[in-house]
């Protein structure tokens, strides 16, 4: 009988179908807005995109409003790709400093999967909440391209590249699984990344702890979205 539990426990050291842990399996936290705490992704975008979709799992905080979830400034342009709710305001997806309104609910402490998708030839652009369609439209920067060379940050909205931080526009909540891609995905790509049939990584950028830069005090903790 030892020698068969023996054999058993050198089998499955670990539970036998236990999940590894791996470096994506990770939240980032912003307890309370700041003008200090954020991420900067380290990856940099080397060439113009002509096409996007960017999604990433999002949980609010207390405060009134999401915030900035994320913001991309070249030089020139702070506002070049931003998605930001102040105040009262509702969400917007902003490219080039245009602004479209996304008709999606965001705020209510619950962890929710979001995708914005947009093109460059007619500014289309789409968003997704936990994979269903909410919201379209077109002449978002028509014919404009996100150009490379910039910063991208998470959790601030950036009045001068990497910098000049607003508190009041600042993300409060978690975050976790962004992923950009320079193109438009489908659909159905989109509502199997929210219901965890399939994970695609991001070709611009992927989320790993490896990718990012956490600053002022901002924490990751281990989080396993699709579990």
Known sequence: MCLVLFLKNLRYPTGGHRKQRTSSSFLLDFPM????????????????????????????????????????????????????????????????????????????????????????????????????????????????????????ILGQEQDIMGGHFDVTQSFSGEMADLQFWSTVLTPDQIRSQASCAGHLLGDVLSWSQESVELLGGLRQFPFEPCH
């Open 33 to 152: 807005r700041t003008n200090y705490m954020y991420g900067r992704m380290k990856k940099k975008l080397l060439k113009e995109i002509f096409a996007l979709t960017i999604c990433l799992r999002m949980k609010a905080g207390a405060e009134s409003g999401l915030g900035t979830p994320f913001s991309y400034a070249v030089p020139g342009q702070s506002n070049e790709l931003v998605l930001m709710e102040w105040s009262s305001d509702p969400l917007q997806l902003l490219v080039n400093n245009e602004a479209a309104t996304l008709p999606v609910t965001l705020t209510d402490q619950r962890w929710h999967h979001m995708c914005v998708t947009w093109s460059t030839g007619d500014g289309a652009w789409e968003v997704f909440q936990d994979g269903e369609k909410k919201g379209s439209g077109q002449n978002l920067s028509a014919w404009h391209t996100i150009r490379p060379g910039g910063i991208f």
